[in-house]
Nanobody, 121 residues
Framework: QVQLVESGGGLVQPGGSLRLSCTAS????????MGWYRQAPGKQRELVSN???????NYADSVKGRFTISRDSARNTVYLQMNSLKPDDTAVYYC???????????????WGQGTQVTVSS
């Protein structure tokens, strides 16, 4: 079994900051890209940011310059530092990992349970 466990969500005022963390654990052989998606009420899930095993990063235009993704590959952990938060950032944030459970196994997507981020005064 593989589990992705997120933490760090909460309520913050506009202009504030939050840091999300996600750790993948269980039967894991190798982790490729890790990232964060979000889903606001009534909207589709969208990519926020991801980072490859080599450290290459990708950001949605709406968060460029405000959010920073990083990872600790030794701990299979990905972080999302969110600064200058806006009400439009309010959503459930989901961690995602592309990983292999065994040497001969396929690369597959795994998801966390989600953590709520609410930006409001």
């Amino acid at each position: 079994q593989v589990q992705l466990v997120e933490s760090g969500g909460g309520l913050v005022q506009p202009g504030g900051s939050l840091r999300l963390s996600c750790t993948a654990s269980g039967s894991i052989f190798s982790v490729n890209a890790m990232g964060w998606y979000r889903q606001a009420p009534g909207k589709q899930r969208e990519l926020v940011s991801n980072i490859t095993s080599g450290g290459r990063t990708n950001y949605a235009d709406s968060v460029k310059g405000r959010f920073t993704i990083s990872r600790d590959s030794a701990r299979n952990t990905v972080y999302l530092q969110m600064n200058s938060l806006k009400p439009d950032d309010t959503a459930v944030y989901y961690c995602n990992a592309d990983l292999k459970r065994y040497y001969w196994g396929p690369w597959s997507d795994y998801w966390g349970q989600g953590t709520q981020v609410t930006v409001s005064s």
